[in-house]
DNA sequence: CGCCGAGTTGAACTGAATCAAGAAACGTGG
DNA sequence: CCACGTTTCTTGATTCAGTTCAACTCGGCG
């Protein structure tokens, strides 16, 4: 749990009383490989931290589904928009390997941002923070080649591209599998 | 100013006292037609609310620029990502037609982050808000063409493609003027 | 050992980009 | 309020990156 403690720590300085409260909350739960953890038309209850594995968020699709996001350890996962919609979320989540989450309910969140000095602040950070992403990715998908998407996420996760199949890869910048094997061969 | 009160109260409720605090540090100021508002190096310092007008956010290039947003009154803008971070932004703003603004720093907004009760709860939903829209926009990107982007814009936003000249909306879903000349005519 | 999913490669096809030119709409100054 | 110049939109021809369909290879696992 330290390691969330950490990461909590990196967007604002969290008292103890704040953070035991808040780990109060959290319960641990692991999932094997290839398990899915959320599936379409069903609502998002947690926000969860990854203290290990890998998961993917996807879109499935007959014959190629569109992935448009990995979580690595160390960080938070959701079905954010419907975590904070509460609607049907519109996308999978799976694991992709062996994995560790610590989980926190709607409801506690809504709590600790009530109940915490500093629970508001956090989640705005936060939510500020995943604006960023989305942000970045909405210019690269709009003035980018997948090509130069390609380099980029070699460049920036070099352990993305180690440790996950390529055609999940591709359909994260965008094109086919096919397309991104022939990418790879121009480049190389 | 009462736009803004009651854009804000649809957040959170808001007390008479924030809203004094709030309210005394907002600026007005004008536009004319086609101004740049914040040019590409510098660093955003202002989140504005729309009081009226219309603006657009854009990545200037040779021969069409990208343009991936637009904004109408009764919202807030900023080029966000560079207010967050003070950072250089990446990309401009201007007007389209006669604007009318009401400007918070970026120091003021922090002192109300800090002196207010219900500022961080207003600035995590505003920052989830946002990212719900850039999440949104993300699928539509990665899922749907951009002919299926135009229809979508014309249902959700009749009144920015009245207003809008068609090669800012092409460039906004990801295709040229011309590419979007022939898609028009191919639903009409 | 044989199967199966992942990756590669080839060939034909396609939607959008690019280059180019003309038509329409817009606004600005006389 | 008209005339002219500029910008925006349309249309055509060509090119190109990526899709689709299909076959083949490779590596891991039952």
């Known amino acids: 749990m330290n390691?969330?403690?950490n990461s909590l720590n990196e967007i604002s300085n969290i008292s103890d009383a704040d953070w035991n409260y808040f780990s109060s909350k959290l319960k641990k739960i692991e999932f094997n490989k290839k398990e899915t953890i959320l599936s379409n038309g069903q609502t998002e209850n947690y926000l969860s931290f990854?203290?290990?594995g890998i998961l993917r968020l996807y879109i499935p699709k007959?014959?190629?589904d569109i992935t448009f996001g990995f979580v690595f350890k160390n960080s938070f996962i959701s079905a954010y928009d419907s975590f904070l919609t509460q609607l049907p979320s519109?996308?999978?989540i799976e694991t992709l390997v062996k994995t560790t989450l610590w989980r926190l309910t709607f409801d506690d969140l809504n709590k600790i941002y009530r109940n915490?000095?500093?629970g508001n602040e956090i989640g705005r950070k936060?939510?500020?923070k995943l604006f960023l992403i989305k942000s970045k990715r909405e210019l690269s998908l709009l003035k980018d080649t997948p090509e130069k998407r390609y380099l980029n996420l070699?460049?920036?996760?070099p352990q993305l591209i180690k440790q996950i199949p390529l055609k999940y890869?591709?359909?994260y910048i965008g094109i086919t599998p096919q397309a991104l094997s022939r990418i790879r061969r121009r480049i190389s």
Chains 1, 2 share one sequence.
């Open 90 to 92: 519109e996308y999978y």
């Open 116 to 118: 915490t000095k500093i």
């Open 169 to 171: 890869i591709a359909s």
């Open 50 to 52: 990854v203290e290990n």
């Open 126 to 128: 936060n939510a500020e």
């Open 62 to 64: 007959v014959d190629n």
């Open 154 to 157: 070699f460049k920036e996760r």
């Open 3 to 5: 390691q969330i403690r």
